[in-house]
């Protein structure tokens, strides 16, 4: 930010009557507070070192960079620059007087040093002062307009949201306390604002000081910490904001601006997934990779993540043009030297599947697309066969075909043991790659992972629906459980399963503890402020068709193998008799063009764990 000139002209001016002003009263106390107490000799020199005595002043002042600060927005490390200039300037004084033989009393100097420190102080903080003191007037004459926030955290995160919120003039925020487990900080003040307890106290204050919003500023908290704390403040009643993470407070990066809603993965209770991005990036780097179902909500994250590890070039593969369309002006934006294709196709049609193999030579193949909305595909299960089954087989035909080192097959929790027709769908699916990887030089692998937080056709953005529209939220029962986890977490051990990927494998995550519906449900009503079956009622509504009470990650067959990630794990496959599969194969493939009504039967003879109603 430039300083306008007329501005430093008029601190120059008040700096030079600082110097003035400083010296002449350090004469004047120190002869007792009488002006004619005070030598004509020491009088006789104040005159003569003054011109050079402001003149060394002003310099160390530029030197130090006090006509460049922004004072509005003075801190700590102006102070600290204050002080040093001061100091330089009194001690260059002192050296002045003593080389040219003009002696001064020596307490003169002590004071002269301490007057023009207080004095520069006072004017470069004086803006500051006066904004601070306008806007605690406006907070006071506004009151009824202005929010009421609680901070959770007595820490350098918290310190920089009170500043801002203290500062700024265009915050409608007043905090009015500060939340600290820490004992030894109980009754101080943090720039004013009291500290009044632990996470016990949270609700009272909520009360006492009349609480709209609560502001967690703990980025360094860890999971569970986190979740034990929002579990509280949840119940208040209150918005809650919270800091993204850690990363915010190591740049400095700590606003009112960057604070985010309170997610409901946030309650979760589980430490994110962590993968080893160098893998990743030794294995995707310089390489072409295609994603089918690239505009879906796992397809377009796996494009954005591998979009930042340098592919050579990256095929987006897609029916529904609407979503390539969007996720291929976000790629232009944040990534304008990728080299990026964007397709529309269907995986079902095996002519337009060549054709594209034939034409970008892919290395590396993430095949998430497919038909995953467990109740339309109970319905329509031969459109579950022939997209998700058939439309794998060709994709993964034309992946042995024109050579790629690596198939990925995104599957699900659903296929073990499954109760509906996608979830069988997807379990034929794990046996062709499982089949083809055993004829075929290229890498087939699954990745089988649980429900994702804000996908598409996740109970999440239904919930958050519903509640805008003031209820009620639906639950098909009070006890049905999930895994969950969110879709960067999926994406990641997407991504790291290609790089484990030797062929034959099916990676399964370790999600933790399940999660009940219902207590989903319940958090997300009182995240958004309303009170459960007060403002906003849960409706039970029984089991959908083809849904179960809870979801598998593995089947009893199946045993796991550690991986160097801790929370991946590889699932042993199942054999099976590879040439009678591929005859039911073909029996389904006619069976579901038919469209008849005995898809379900054939497919309960592949996969004998498969039961439907």
């Not at 350098?156 to 009170?162: C, S």
């Not at 569970?224 to 904001?241: A, F, M, P, V, Y």
């Not at 459980?481 to 999926?490: D, G």
């Not at 399940?514 to 009503?525: E, H, Y």
């Amino acid at each position: 930010m430039r300083i306008p000139a007329s501005r430093i002209l008029v601190l120059v001016l008040l700096d030079i009557m600082s110097v003035t002003g400083s010296a002449f009263l350090s004469l004047y106390i120190r002869f007792d507070f009488s002006f004619s107490g005070i030598p004509y000799e020491y009088l006789r020199m104040f005159e003569e070192i003054l011109i050079p005595n402001i003149l060394l002043s002003l310099l160390f002042f530029a030197l130090w960079k006090l006509y460049k600060s922004v004072w509005r927005y003075a801190s700590a490390n102006e102070m600290v620059n204050i002080v040093f200039a001061c100091s330089c300037a009194a001690l260059a004084q002192f050296l002045y007087c003593f080389v040219t033989d003009h002696p001064m009393p020596r307490s003169y100097y002590v004071l002269y040093w301490f007057f023009l420190t207080v004095l520069i102080c006072c004017i470069r903080f004086a803006y500051r002062i006066l904004r601070i003191i306008r806007n605690k007037r406006t907070a006071l004459s506004e009151k009824n307009r202005r929010v009421n926030a609680m901070i959770i955290g007595a820490g350098a995160a918290g310190n920089m949201i009170l500043k801002e919120i203290e500062s700024s003039q265009y915050l409608n925020l007043q905090a009015k306390c500060i939340i600290d487990d820490q004992p030894g900080c109980h009754g101080k003040l943090l720039r004013g604002v009291p500290i009044v307890g632990g996470r016990d106290r949270i609700l009272d204050a909520v009360g006492q000081y009349g609480i709209d919003e609560i502001i967690f500023a703990i980025p360094s908290a860890g999971v569970q910490t986190r979740k034990e704390i929002l579990d509280i403040c949840k119940e208040s009643g209150c918005r809650l904001r919270t800091l993204p993470g850690m990363y915010q407070l190591i740049n400095g990066d700590v606003s009112v601006s960057k604070l985010k809603e309170v997610e409901i993965e946030d309650l979760l209770g589980r430490e994110p997934i962590r993968i080893n991005t160098e893998e990743v990036l030794g294995y995707v780097k310089d390489k072409v990779v295609m994603v089918t179902g690239g505009g879906g909500s796992i397809g377009s994250e796996l494009c954005r993540q591998i979009a930042s590890h340098s592919p050579k070039q990256l095929i987006i593969v897609d029916i529904y043009e609407n979503n390539a369309y969007e996720i291929q002006q976000e790629l232009f934006r944040k990534y304008p030297r990728l080299n990026l294709v964007v397709l529309i196709a269907s995986v079902r049609n095996t002519n337009r599947m060549n054709q594209i193999f034939s034409s970008y030579r892919p290395n590396i193949v993430y095949h998430a697309a497919a038909h995953k909305h467990v109740p339309l595909m109970e319905t329509s299960p031969n459109e579950a066969i022939k997209n998700n089954v058939f439309g794998t087989y060709k994709t993964a035909l034309a992946a042995d075909k024109y050579g790629v080192e690596k198939f990925v097959l995104i599957s699900t929790d659903k296929a073990v043991n499954p109760t509906n027709i996608m979830g069988a769908s997807k379990r034929i699916c794990e046996m062709i790659i499982q089949m083809l990887n055993g004829k075929s030089a290229t890498n087939f692998v699954a990745v089988r992972f649980g429900n994702v937080l804000g996908s598409n056709g996740s109970v999440i953005p239904l919930f958050k629906k519903q509640i805008a529209e003031g209820g009620p939220v639906t639950v098909t029962d009070p006890n049905i459980i999930r895994y969950f986890m969110t879709i960067p977490e999926a994406v990641s051990l997407v991504l790291q399963a290609g790089a484990y990927a030797k062929g034959g494998e099916i990676f399964v995550l370790d999600m933790g503890e399940p999660v009940k519906i219902l207590d989903l449900a319940k958090n997300l009503i009182k995240l958004s402020g309303y009170r459960v079956g007060e403002d906003i009622e849960i409706r039970f509504t029984g089991l959908r068709p083809g849904e179960k009470m809870y979801e598998e990650l593995l089947m009893d067959e199946e045993g796991l193998e550690k991986t160097s990630n801790k929370l991946i794990y590889i699932g042993k496959p199942i054999e099976f008799d590879e040439e009678k599969f591929q005859e039911q194969l073909d029996q389904l493939g006619k069976i579901a063009k038919q469209e008849t009504g005995d898809v379900r039967r054939c497919v309960k003879e592949i996969i004998g764990t498969y039961h439907y109603e």
